[in-house]
């Protein structure tokens, strides 16, 4: 069965510094790869999508994200985190079985941004 | 354009009591799809809707949940005889369903249950 996980339950950087949250999958085939942010008392935000092509993905707000099969990791990174970006991460993936496709997420990385 | 809504934000209830949870979708997306997001986890899929149909309810915890989308467009998640370990944040999404693009899913708001 196909899996997401997140190693890092949650992360504290200073404003300013460089931020990269891991990703690692588990499946088959090549996958398809999404980053949700969460913030407090919100719905899910994408961020970005690996479909497939370039391995480097380019989001919003400033992240990118990096399709590495040999790691089977898709690790996001933000080279310099603003207070804003404090929130839940969620890294996840779909079922890809028959035309259904549910998603399966990490359990999450919680970033803590200090000033 | 509107995103995906979801009525109520927040829902207490008592124990056994019977609740409904309703999305809205993004206009002329075909797919939906209901989470459930505990404390301290990621979402974890219920059921998915391809028009008025569901086609995948593997995600149903028991007999206690059922959800329609009797029009193609507006579904209700229903909970029935609830307990106190539904409470959870129920996550709606719906995803217009053709090619790669169909597998981006917009995501509502949230329904917090709490039950007491």
């Known amino acids: 069965a196909q899996s997401v996980t997140q190693p890092d339950i949650h992360i504290t950087v200073s404003e300013g510094a460089s931020l990269e949250l891991r990703c690692n999958y588990s499946?088959?085939?090549?996958?398809?790869l999404f980053w949700y942010v969460q913030s407090p008392g919100q719905g899910l935000q994408l961020l970005l999508k690996?479909?497939?092509?370039?391995?480097l993905v380019q989001g919003i707000k400033g992240f990118e994200a990096e399709f590495k099969r040999s790691q089977s990791s898709f690790n996001l990174r933000k080279p310099s985190v603003h207070w804003s970006d404090a929130a839940e991460y969620f890294c996840?993936?779909?079922?890809?079985?028959?035309?259904?496709?549910?998603?399966?997420f990490g359990t999450g990385t919680r970033l803590q941004v200090t000033l | 354009g509107a995103g995906v809504s979801q009525t109520p934000s927040n829902k207490v209830t008592e124990k056994g009591k019977y609740v409904e949870l309703r999305c809205d979708p993004i206009?002329?997306?075909?797919?939906l799809y209901w989470y459930r997001q505990s404390l301290g986890q990621g979402p974890e899929f219920l059921i998915y809707?391809?028009?008025?149909?569901?086609?995948?309810d593997s995600g149903l915890p028991n007999d206690r949940f059922f959800a329609v989308r009797p029009e193609g467009s507006v579904s209700t998640l229903k909970i029935q005889r609830t307990e106190r370990g539904d409470s959870a944040v129920y996550l709606c999404?719906?995803?217009?369903?053709?090619?790669?693009?169909?597998?981006?899913?917009?995501f509502g708001p949230g329904t917090r249950l709490t039950v007491l």
């Open positions: 996840a993936a779909p079922s890809l079985t028959g035309t259904a496709s549910k998603l399966t």
């Open positions: 499946y088959g085939a090549t996958p398809y």
């Open positions: 999404a719906s995803s217009p369903s053709r090619g790669a693009g169909g597998y981006e899913q917009f």
């Open positions: 809707f391809q028009g008025t149909g569901a086609a995948d």
């Open positions: 690996y479909f497939s092509g370039d391995t």
């Open positions: 206009s002329g997306h075909t797919a």
